[in-house]
């Protein structure tokens, strides 16, 4: 192989222009400066900081009419909403996740001393195969929670037979879904319930937070409970429960940034179009594409690096980052191969090959309001060039 040249040394010779600012993956997407300072001058007059303020419940009221749900508990973040999900629904024993996804979806049961049962993806949508997800069935298992990766929903309906065959619940991880469909129906109504997460680097988010969204009026009572230490009045505590409470100035941010939600999918459905053109006849180089008929955020900029390549993923990433392009691995290398999992599970891996096949081939490309089609095409010629260069 040719030994690395970065593209600063490419630039030297004229084939690219050098980078002088840094490039972010996940810069946060932010709304009017004036409109969040308007809303926290409000919060001072209000001296409402916490416990379910009016920011808070009118913020969960427009997430559940954007999502067509009935709905929307917030919380103040998506690994607790996760951990509140998992407990309202009453998993226990083990619950079948995909490996290919933030650590969250697995330490969330792990948390509670429940067991997450890795099944394989499909190598294509990247999302849980459900011929997979019926292997990893036993005695044992009470749940499965589906990921909708990358915002592209997962196969809800063959999953929801495989619940219902086996007396399971099902809920999705909607963590990237945002604002998203399924087969024409909104992220929110699917399983019995679905959680959001709006963290800085999300689609949407209230600095950090996240959200249960269900149809399930029970379910939704008990994780009001749940996330305010089971307290339904003064002195009196009826459920089991922790603090998960959002807080108004997160809530603040999510009713600024929701003004901005349609700018944003236009933004990063342009910077995804630009992408695609830029990297179209790499050789080995491949883009996950988003089915235009549905709602997406096009928040994930997802490259596959194919055995057409004459470099390997690993490769791209540092020439990347020595250009100060924060590409990133997501999800590698899959949550069997992380701590306590590696160690408890030794052998996962096993059967999880399109997981591992998947996730070392992954490029998550920079994308977000702070981008734009210039940018974008910079980054693709810095990819043509380095490849191009070793062919
Ligand atoms: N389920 C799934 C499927 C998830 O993806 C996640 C979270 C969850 C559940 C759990 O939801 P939360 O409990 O987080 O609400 C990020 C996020 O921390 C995490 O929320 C997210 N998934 C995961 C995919 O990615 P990193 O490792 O990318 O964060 P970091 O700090 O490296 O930031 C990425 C880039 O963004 C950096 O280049 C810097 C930039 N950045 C970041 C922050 C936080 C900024 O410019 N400003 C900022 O404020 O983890």
Redesign the pocket.
């Known amino acids: 192989m040719k030994p690395l040249r970065t593209a600063q040394d490419l630039a030297i010779n004229g084939a690219l222009p050098a980078f002088e600012q840094p490039l972010?993956?996940?810069?946060?997407n932010m709304g009017s400066r004036e409109a969040f300072i308007k809303h926290v001058s409000d919060i001072f007059e209000r001296r409402w900081l916490s416990n379910n303020g009016p920011m808070v419940q009118e913020l969960e009221q427009r997430v559940a009419d954007l999502h067509g749900v009935k709905h929307c508990v917030a919380m103040c973040?998506?690994?607790?909403a996760?951990e509140i999900a998992i407990r309202a629904l009453g998993l226990e024993g083990e619950v079948i996740v995909p490996s290919y996804?933030?650590i969250?979806?697995a330490h969330a049961l792990h948390w509670q001393a429940i067991t997450p049962v890795f099944a394989d993806i499909d190598p294509h949508t990247h999302n849980l195969d459900p011929a997979a997800v019926r292997r990893m069935i036993t005695p044992r298992t009470t749940g499965i929670i589906g990921?909708h990766?990358w915002g592209r929903g997962a196969p809800v309906d063959e999953l929801q037979m495989i619940a219902d065959e086996h007396g399971l619940k099902l809920m999705f991880?909607a963590?990237?879904a945002f604002g998203c469909s399924y087969k024409g129906k909104m992220i929110g109504n699917f399983g019995s319930c679905e959680?959001l997460?709006?963290?800085?680097?999300?689609f949407f988010n209230t600095f950090?937070?996240?959200a249960v969204v269900t149809n399930d009026d029970a379910l939704a009572e008990a994780m009001r409970l749940m996330r305010n230490f089971g307290f339904s009045g003064f002195d009196r505590v009826i459920h089991p429960g922790t603090n998960g409470k959002m807080i108004e100035v997160a809530a603040a941010m999510g009713l600024v940034n929701l003004k901005d939600i349609e700018s944003v999918i236009a933004v990063n459905r342009h910077n995804h179009e630009a992408y695609h053109k830029g990297l179209s006849g790499i050789p080995g180089i491949s883009l996950l594409t988003y089915d235009d008929a549905e709602h997406n955020n096009y928040q994930y900029v997802v490259m596959e690096v194919g055995d057409k390549c004459p470099v390997s993923r690993d490769w791209i990433i540092e020439a990347l980052h020595a250009e100060n392009i924060?590409a990133?691995k997501?999800?590698w290398p899959g949550c069997h191969n992380m701590q306590p999992y590696r160690e408890l599970y030794p052998h996962a891996g096993l059967l999880l090959p399109n997981t591992q096949h998947v996730a070392d081939r992954i490029v998550v490309l920079p994308t977000g309001t702070t981008m734009d089609t210039e940018i974008v095409h910079s980054v693709t010629s810095v990819i043509s060039v380095l490849i191009n260069d070793r062919l």
């Open positions: 972010h993956v996940g810069r946060p973040n998506g690994t607790v996760l996804t933030f969250a979806t990921v990766l991880d963590a990237h959680v997460s709006f963290h800085a680097t999300k950090e937070g996240g924060l990133r997501y999800f």
